[in-house]
């Protein structure tokens, strides 16, 4: 990567630019809107993942009224279907159209380098109030190239502060690593990733799936609607049964209720969350806590009863050997698509468990020595985000953006890294509804680069973060994961505070303690 002592090229300067024009990268630039913002787009449209890596099936897993802007309603919020990923494109449209945010959006536009041209020193520990200075110095800290139209010529922008928000998912496929002479150029079929499936027509996805052995590897939700797809493409007498390759099995819902509570009074309360640690808690409530602990395990216990009822978890092998609060905990629950097993009960899905697989001339061999046929493989094994960051940050950021040894992102309120200054990372923490978080750290984040409020220092930034992966690893063995979804009310609290907001959103203390916070509460009244 270059850096700031090469030659200067001709810039444009502006005060801030954003990379990406997904939801994060929309939510940000509605915020900012004050400071016209540069938005950069790879793409001829808006969207993200949900216009370039959606299947033809793919939906939200959550209701319309938990997936939206406070400042936007859905037109018909209280559809209880989950809306389609065409439906969540045309929502996002017309909330960009509506708030005139397209006018700031340069399409076709891939960033290909940034280069840092700030002062030496900047990412040392130290230092106090907002760390670095101002978030708008004046003067550019990041030169950005961009890549326009396909074109070998690139055009330089310079920014006093950049925020990025190219999301943790697609672009870069994570691909598992094999035993030499194991990989897939021993595999005589076709290999591809779930990324170059979705880039497929509903045609040409069938042609690929339709009356061939088909192998799908993974248990995640991309891998769970791939398998749903191949077996409504092989339905007759000559159809294949589609094989999921399973190696880490997660807990899956049928829907939002259980045993006929509403899922949100288990963990989407403040009553729900109190049974759980929190970053910052006193010791009278770690102790409270420890006391409460087995009521929550009774929770998880109390919802994989219902989903053992419910789904034939144990008749396929598919229950997991963890409590089901783990996988809620890192953001890993997984809604079932109402066909799946009645498919799997047709023979048109089946599973295999293997903790190690390779491929040999005519489909995959296992690890323990059984093998199976395929003519296709497809790897749902998910998207190398911390890459695809360090693919455009130039040294020695490059080597900041992993925390060893769990390999997050440190980013303070889920937005800043506190050693790389001037710039802001939008998208890249989870919980449960990700387009609010995105909205809420996007309002933080517009408070902060106008100065209503200072950062802490680097080390109590970094401290802060310490704390919440610590809670991550402490309730769930998936802690690598930026997931805050038992502790998401206290993390928006804090937010507000810093913000100069109340913490506290609801009417009444009832409505506070017992009903669900949605991105509703946080609109800008108060």
């Excluded at 996002?92 to 840092?116: C, G, M, P, Q």
């Excluded at 048109?348 to 995959?364: H, Q």
Aim: with cysteine.
């Amino acid at each position: 990567m270059a850096e700031n002592h090469y030659e200067n090229p001709p810039l444009t300067i502006s005060k801030v630019g954003i990379i990406g024009a997904g939801v994060s990268g929309i939510a940000a630039a509605k915020q900012l809107y004050h400071h016209n913002p540069v938005v950069f787009e790879a793409s001829d449209s808006i969207g993200g993942v949900w216009r370039t890596c959606a299947y033809n099936s793919t939906k939200l897993q959550s209701a319309r009224k938990d997936y939206e802007f406070s400042d936007f309603p859905w037109p018909n919020r209280d559809d209880p279907s989950f809306p389609t990923h065409v439906e969540i494109v045309d929502y996002l449209e017309s909330y960009a159209k509506h708030f005139d945010v397209l006018k700031f959006v340069k399409f076709n536009s891939k960033v290909t380098e940034l280069r840092f041209v700030g002062q030496q020193g900047t990412t040392e520990l130290g230092g106090n109030g907002g760390a670095y200075g101002s978030p708008l110095p004046g003067h550019p800290v990041w030169q950005i190239a961009v890549q326009t139209n396909g074109s070998q010529n690139l055009q330089w922008y310079a920014f006093e502060f950049v925020v990025v928000c190219i999301g943790k998912y697609g672009d870069i496929p994570k691909i598992p690593s094999f035993p030499h002479n194991k990989g897939p150029e021993m595999f005589q079929g076709e290999v591809l990733h779930s990324i170059d499936y979705c880039k497929l027509d509903k045609d040409a996805a069938s042609q690929l799936l339709k009356g061939k052995q088909v192998a799908v590897i993974g248990f995640k939700k991309s891998a769970i609607d791939l398998a749903v797809e191949c077996a409504e493409a092989n339905q007759g007498p000559e159809g294949q049964p589609c094989t999921m390759v399973v190696r880490t099995l997660h807990w899956t819902v049928p829907h939002y209720s259980v045993w006929g509570l509403p899922f949100f009074l288990f963990y989407s309360t403040r009553a729900s969350q109190f049974l759980h640690e929190k970053p910052n808690q006193s010791f009278l409530r770690t102790m409270l806590c420890y006391l409460l602990s087995p009521l929550r395990r009774g929770v998880s216990k109390f919802i994989e009863s219902y989903l053992l009822w419910k789904l034939p978890l144990q008749k396929y092998g598919l229950k997991p050997d963890h409590p089901f609060e783990e996988d809620y905990a890192s953001c890993q629950m997984a809604i079932m698509p109402e066909n799946f097993f009645t498919e799997a009960d047709k023979g048109n899905i089946v599973f295999k468990r293997s903790s190690n697989w390779w491929f040999w001339k005519e489909g995959i061999e296992f690890d323990d020595n059984t093998k199976m046929k395929a003519d296709v493989v497809i790897l749902a094994t998910g998207y190398d985000g911390k890459k695809k960051l360090k693919t455009i940050l130039p040294d020695p950021f490059r080597s900041l953006i992993e925390y060893h040894p769990s390999g997050i992102v440190p980013l303070y309120r889920g937005t800043i890294h506190p050693l790389i200054p001037n710039m802001a990372f939008v998208g890249y923490i989870e919980s449960v509804a990700n387009l609010h978080t995105s909205e809420l750290r996007s309002m933080w984040l517009a408070r902060y680069v106008d100065e209503k409020f200072k950062l802490p220092s680097a080390e109590n930034m970094l401290e802060q973060i310490y704390k919440e992966m610590e809670v991550s690893r402490r309730i769930t063995r998936f802690y690598k994961r930026h997931c805050i979804s038992t502790f998401s009310i206290n993390h928006g609290d804090e937010i507000c505070k810093e913000m100069g907001r109340n913490s506290w959103r609801k009417r009444s203390w009832f409505a506070e303690a017992f009903s669900p916070y949605g991105s509703q509460d946080y609109r800008l009244k108060n």
